[in-house]
């Protein structure tokens, strides 16, 4: 995929473009970031022209329009036509976009391939746990890839619940369960970064978030919250909002509502 410098973008280039695009807060977009620095050198290009390319997408994102953000002026109609490919068929589109960004970095099937912000792209052998909703197909598999990543740095790598920024310990959850909401299986709105224990809680019903983004527990922990560590890891976060950087994607209140009907079956 390595094209000469100043030579016109290709689609496969610009799906992988867009894939950093939604790992990356509008903020880095420059040319000395990490990861616009190691996808750039791959792609054979400068980090100031793949920085331009994330910066003219910025100008057709309505999520950013509505934060008076305009971007970069002079999106090609090639730009135009697989920004409009990529929402309209995220689900196909973004699984062929990690699949570009694999065969960039030329990652192996077992291995993964970690978009993170500080340090750049890495491929690590033994893949992250993903969402608790996995499913098996190469192309679901590349999907829920893509969401990791997204979701994660979307929470700056960090446990929404704790703070928590050990990668390896971090899910991205999905808030509409992946088997029943097929539209919205990769919004990054659909997901929360959560460690490993707040993700199963969640996943079972036993946390929830109200339309303020504040924890809710469930009465069986309720019941319980005199016991050391169910106060520990979750009673002493009990009405506290989710932490989110300033920039970042909100989590859909509507979907935090549909889940939150579990926690009140309980």
């Known amino acids: 995929m390595r094209m000469a410098a100043g030579s016109r973008w290709t689609r496969s280039e610009l799906l992988v473009a867009l894939n950093v695009y939604h790992k990356l807060p509008f903020g880095l977009f420059h040319q000395r970031q990490p990861v616009i620095a190691d996808v750039a050198r791959r792609l054979g290009r400068s980090p100031s022209s793949l920085a331009m390319k994330l910066s003219n997408f910025a100008s057709l994102d309505p999520v ?7 971007g970069l002026s002079g999106a090609s109609a090639l730009d135009i036509s697989v920004w409009n490919e990529f929402h309209e068929h995220l689900e196909e589109a973004a699984a062929e976009s990690e699949q570009k960004l694999r065969e960039l970095f ?8 970690e978009v993170v912000p500080p ?17 098996g197909t190469a ?6 890839e893509y969401f990791r990543q997204a ?13 928590l920024a050990v990668r390896e310990l971090l899910v991205a959850s999905h808030i509409l369960t ?28 036993l946390i929830g978030f109200d339309d303020s983004l504040r924890l809710v527990l ?3 922990l309720v019941a319980r919250r005199n016991e050391r560590t169910i106060a520990d890891y979750f009673c002493r976060y009990e009405g506290q909002g989710l932490q989110l ?5 909100m989590p859909d209140v509507g979907f935090l509502a549909v889940h939150l009907v579990k926690i009140f079956k309980k």
């Open 64 to 70: 950013l329009k509505l934060r008076n953000i305009k």
């Open 106 to 113: 030329a990652a192996e099937d077992k291995s993964a391939v």
């Open 119 to 135: 340090v750049g792209v890495r491929v690590v052998r033994t893949p992250p746990v993903g969402s608790t909703d996995a499913t």
């Open 139 to 144: 192309k679901a598999r590349r999907g829920q």
């Open 151 to 163: 979701v994660l740095n979307n929470f700056d790598g960090r446990c929404g619940v704790t703070g």
């Open 178 to 205: 992946w088997s029943k909401y097929e539209a919205h299986r990769l919004s990054v709105s659909n997901g929360l970064s959560l460690s490993r224990l707040h993700d199963a809680a969640f996943d079972q019903g």
């Open 218 to 220: 469930s009465r069986e």
């Open 245 to 249: 950087p300033a920039d970042a994607v």
